[in-house]
């Protein structure tokens, strides 16, 4: 973590904010969470999953309280994505274990994130992290 406090203010050349979580099973930076009913996280595998908590940062500008593995919860951060993504797309989460895809009607609360890049047919992409 590299940061400078100017004025009270932090600033770094890491866009995403991250806070630490306690995990299940193997996760990665890059993938897509979910929240487990006993409030653990683990790597999402349902499609448009509204318990999606955020995805798994590997350098966060900043983190607070706890330990385990940080997942984002805003700015820009790599993701892992399946399918065809065109910038500007809404991600939620695919079917396939912490990745994510396009989506054109998602229900409401199952958007994580916008792309800020593409793909033709799946690999790491930048996105921005949000909910919707």
């Known amino acids: 973590?590299?940061?400078?406090?100017?004025?009270?203010?932090?600033?770094?050349?890491?866009?995403?904010?991250?806070?630490?979580?306690?995990v299940e099973g193997e996760i990665e930076p890059g993938e897509l969470v979910m929240i487990c009913p006993d409030g653990t996280l683990?790597?999402?595998?349902?499609?448009?999953?509204?318990?999606?908590?955020?995805?798994?940062s590997g350098s966060p500008a900043g983190q607070r309280d706890g330990y385990a593995l940080p997942a984002d919860d805003g700015g820009r951060v790599p993701v892992k994505a399946?399918?065809?993504?065109?910038?500007?797309?809404?991600?939620?989460?695919?079917?396939?274990?912490?990745?994510?895809?396009?989506?054109?009607?998602?229900?409401?609360?199952?958007?994580?994130?916008?792309?800020?890049a593409g793909c033709e047919s799946g690999g790491t992409i930048l996105a921005r992290v949000l909910r919707l």
Request: glycine share 12%; proline share 4%.
């Open 1 to 22: 973590l590299q940061a400078t406090r100017v004025y009270g203010m932090y600033y770094s050349n890491d866009a995403d904010y991250a806070e630490a979580y306690e």
């Open 42 to 56: 683990r790597k999402n595998t349902i499609q448009e999953n509204h318990r999606v908590l955020g995805i798994v």
């Open 82 to 116: 399946v399918g065809r993504v065109f910038p500007g797309d809404f991600l939620v989460g695919a079917g396939t274990p912490g990745a994510v895809m396009a989506c054109g009607d998602a229900p409401r609360g199952a958007v994580v994130a916008q792309a800020l």
